[in-house]
């Protein structure tokens, strides 16, 4: 498998398939771009906003990488949560702007260097679970996509047997 942390991974992605596609060894099912710095953010903003540990908060995010492209899935959140009607709408915008709030913060001096090296990290844990034949392993990645019009989406997307299903919705049995 090959997990891409590049900005941006709505260019890298299908530039790596191509280029695998070209020399003959391409498997776009197994190129995978990490978008989990959004879910990441995600459950720090839910958690934040309910006083929950954000360990155990799980927010998944389709769509793109950046901005507006950022589609969070208020209806698969876990806990489940109440939200008042005016917040849900608060919150998207604030998890599309993530990003641009951690630059503005550092006054131009960086980006999100450590929250990188953590989702790269979460990600890959998933993965080496998932070699270790764990079931249930659900990420959400930027990848090659059936899905949408979109040829790349980012979908909630389930590791292991099933790997090669984009687009995946996870079942109670999954968990």
């Known amino acids: ?8 991974v709505n260019s890298t992605i299908p530039i790596t398939v191509e280029v695998f596609k070209k020399h003959g060894v391409d498997n776009p099912k197994k190129i995978l771009a990490v978008t989990t710095q959004n879910v ?13 540990d954000p360990a155990p908060v799980n927010f998944p995010i389709i769509g793109g990488y950046g901005g507006k492209r950022i589609l969070p899935v208020i209806s698969q959140r876990t806990p489940k949560v109440d939200f008042p009607l ?27 260097t450590l929250s990188m090296a953590y989702t790269g990290t979460r990600f890959v844990f998933s993965i080496v679970d998932m070699l270790n034949s764990k079931k249930g392993i659900i990420e959400c990645s930027f990848v090659k996509s059936p899905e949408t019009d979109c040829t790349y989406f980012s979908t909630l997307f389930l590791l292991g047997k099933r790997v090669e299903e984009p687009g995946y919705r996870p079942r109670e049995d999954d968990r």
């Open 1 to 8: 498998m090959i997990c891409i942390m590049a900005n941006a």
């Open 40 to 52: 990441i953010r995600a459950n720090a903003f839910v958690a934040e906003l309910k006083g929950l």
């Open 86 to 112: 005016d917040q849900p709408t608060a919150l998207t915008g604030r998890i599309q702007d993530a990003g641009t709030e951690v630059v503005q913060a550092k006054a131009g001096a960086g980006s999100a």
